[in-house]
């Protein structure tokens, strides 16, 4: 669903440092590039686990444009402003935050250019969270048309709906942001096995030169390898936690 988002800079840059990656695990357990035909589905798996992050980055990234536009539309529909117009006077209002080529902006000229053709809104909107697939835009869209189907107060329920998903974007990116320290932690936890295998080629190179080259040494760096790869996959399974 976010992959159509991953600009093609990005992929470019998640390949190389991901082949750098590769390239490193190598030098360090193998000093040999001939691993590396037995080896790629590492570096397959690395780029998989790349791929899945981005896309979750960026359906968060949505997920606060999608905050500040619904929050914008509350304080146009207070103003006294129908449902149509909320949306034209929101997106004016975040195209100085985000840029045409962001998804949110993107979503808003669609949804626009189904209004100017004359679409009901309740449609407009339900094809926008058909879209997205996603759970906040969803949750407001069925808001929205059950306010519509009432008759009631409709605007002020659409309000109070808002506030509602606003606030949970917002607990969730602050918890998100506590969890940051600990992925860093878990990043730099990931580095050091390399660091010091690295130092102790540097400074005690003959101490480690029989692991390499030799039937012995390849099977315990294999090893070592393996249970590397155990542990970090462990390790992301532990620090994606589902807010």
């Given amino acids: ?3 159509q988002d991953i600009r093609k800079s990005e992929y470019i840059i998640g390949i190389v440092r991901g082949t750098g990656i590769f390239f490193l695990i190598l030098y360090v357990f193998y000093e040999s590039f001939i691993p590396a035909l037995f ?12 791929i899945s992050d981005m896309s979750v980055r960026k359906e968060q990234e949505f997920r606060r ?3 500040d536009s619904i929050q914008s539309m509350a304080s146009v529909l207070k103003a006294g402003y129908s449902i149509e117009n909320a949306i034209r006077e929101s997106d004016k209002d975040i195209a100085p935050m985000y840029g045409k080529d962001t998804r949110i902006r993107k979503e808003y000229t669609t ?8 679409m009901p809104v309740s449609d407009v909107l339900e094809e926008f969270a058909a879209r997205m697939e996603q759970e906040d835009v969803e949750n407001f869209v069925n808001v929205f048309t059950a306010a519509k189907k009432s008759g009631g107060d409709g605007i002020t329920i ?6 509602v998903i606003s606030e949970k974007i917002d607990t969730e990116n602050e918890i998100q942001t506590m969890l940051a320290s600990k992925k860093l932690e ?21 101490f480690l030169s029989v692991l390499y080259g030799n039937p012995a040494g390849i099977t315990v760096m294999s090893i070592c390898l393996v249970l590397y790869i155990a542990a970090y996959i462990f390790g ?3 620090i ?3 807010v």
């Fill in 111 to 118: 949804m626009i250019h189904q209004l100017d053709i004359n």
């Fill in 186 to 206: 878990f990043e730099i936890m990931c580095t050091v096995p390399f660091i010091i295998i690295l130092y102790m080629k540097l400074t005690f190179g003959e």
């Fill in 65 to 67: 444009q999608f905050r």
């Fill in 39 to 50: 080896l790629f589905p590492v570096w397959m798996l690395y780029l998989k686990d790349w």
């Fill in 158 to 163: 659409i309000r109070n709906s808002i506030r």
């Fill in 240 to 242: 994606r936690i589902e």
């Fill in 1 to 3: 669903m976010w992959l």
């Fill in 236 to 238: 992301r399974k532990i």
